[in-house]
């Protein structure tokens, strides 16, 4: 498993110098260390294979983003997620970073169904362009704050269209 921080600093609950200097250079926050000691506290309990990208926050949810197998993390019916985010006191949705950019966008977006996931070929770049149904459009808020979670989460400059 890997994360934001090292394990040691997790289970001590103190920051050794490097983790401390990547939390105050922005490159992980606040959230990313709370997020990631809860999920070490779990893999002490249970078997846990993955690995801890980043984290968002989107609509006063908690986005964490993971790669490898989520279902040991969200446990029997959510059971863990439901812990988690008793703790954490937001709501929770993990979304697995997987090679397929609209399986990786749909966890996102949960119930707003992706219709189709384009590939725009610029001549130094690729961009996403995400299609949803117009029918959705009014489900869908904060279409900016998600294009930009969207386009860090896959590595590349991602927009949303309704059609
Ligand atoms: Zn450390």
Redesign the pocket.
Known sequence: MNGP??F??AKTNR??????AKLKANIINENDVAIWKEIVKLGEKSFLDLDFLNSFELNGMLVIVCRGNIGALIGRQGKNIRDLEQKLGKKIRIVEKTGDAKETAQALLGFVKIAAVNRVFRPDSEELKIIISRNDERRLKEKEALEKILSKILGSKTTVEFQ
């Open positions: 921080i090292c040691e600093d920051l050794c110098r490097i983790c401390e």
